[in-house]
């Protein structure tokens, strides 16, 4: 198993450019999730997907959208890059239900700056 | 709302030597509460988890004791190795899911040899 990938792992945007980050887990979880890193910060969750076709805001989801069309994707979109977005962009996925293990899975990253 | 606070950091410490980093929370119910290490250029892993009061974390060395009286989930390990050297983040669950972390800052440790 591959676990959770992302791509790309670094851009740099011009600022109002937009972009999708990708992220794709092949563990058949049901809960996925992204997070963002800024410098000497802990993570701050933005969106996350408890299925299939739901998705829900976390806690700094403003200028990111996120879809779930399949278990296996949830991209992450920004449409009008602002140089506050610079961070470092975490794909997570976990198991929630009988025989979870509570555990988050989490990718490589994406490392975004926004000139 | 739930949050996590860490000891501040960087932290240095050389080969062999005793290692704990301070982790206290606040919460509603009853969390879940777990330690996760980022090696440098890479995700965060899963250290350590604990359920409930009193139950003790471990893995690869470190432990992590939750402690409901003291709201704390300190993290430590006896003996340190350069390998050992990462971020490690303090982390809660409210309602015992894995979904929705709430995190610590983080603490940097470098271990020298």
């Known amino acids: 198993n591959a676990g959770v990938t992302q791509t790309p792992k670094f851009r740099i945007l011009k600022i109002g450019q937009s972009m999708t980050l990708q992220c794709t887990q092949d563990?058949?979880?049901?809960?996925m999730y992204w997070y963002r890193q800024d410098p000497g910060m802990g993570l701050k969750l933005i969106y996350y997907?408890?299925?299939?076709?739901?998705?829900d805001k976390g806690e700094v989801p403003n200028g990111y959208n996120v879809s779930r069309s399949t278990t296996e994707d949830f991209p992450l979109r920004l449409e009008l890059a602002a140089p506050s977005q610079t961070s470092v962009y975490f794909c997570?996925?976990?198991?929630?239900?009988?025989?979870?293990?509570?555990?988050?899975?989490f990718g490589p990253g994406t490392r975004l700056t926004v000139l | 709302g739930d949050s996590v606070t860490q000891m501040e950091g960087p932290v240095t410490l050389s080969e062999e030597a005793f290692l704990t980093i301070n982790c206290t929370y606040t919460?509603?119910?009853?969390?879940?509460l777990f330690w996760y290490v980022q090696y440098p250029g890479e995700g965060l892993q899963l250290l350590l988890k604990?359920?409930?009061?009193?139950d003790k974390g471990s893995n690869k060395g470190f432990e992590a004791t939750y402690r409901k009286e003291t709201t704390s989930f300190h993290l430590e390990k006896g003996s340190v190795q350069v390998s050992d050297s990462a971020v490690y983040f303090c982390?809660?669950?409210?309602?015992?899911?894995?979904?929705?972390?709430?995190f610590g800052e983080g603490t940097q440790l470098t271990v020298n040899p």
């Open positions: 604990a359920t409930k009061a009193d």
């Open positions: 997570a996925s976990s198991y929630e239900g009988p025989g979870g293990r509570n555990e988050q899975f």
């Open positions: 563990m058949n979880h049901n809960y």
């Open positions: 919460a509603t119910g009853y969390p879940s």
């Open positions: 982390a809660l669950s409210d309602g015992g899911s894995g979904s929705r972390l709430t």
């Open positions: 997907s408890v299925g299939a076709g739901i998705t």
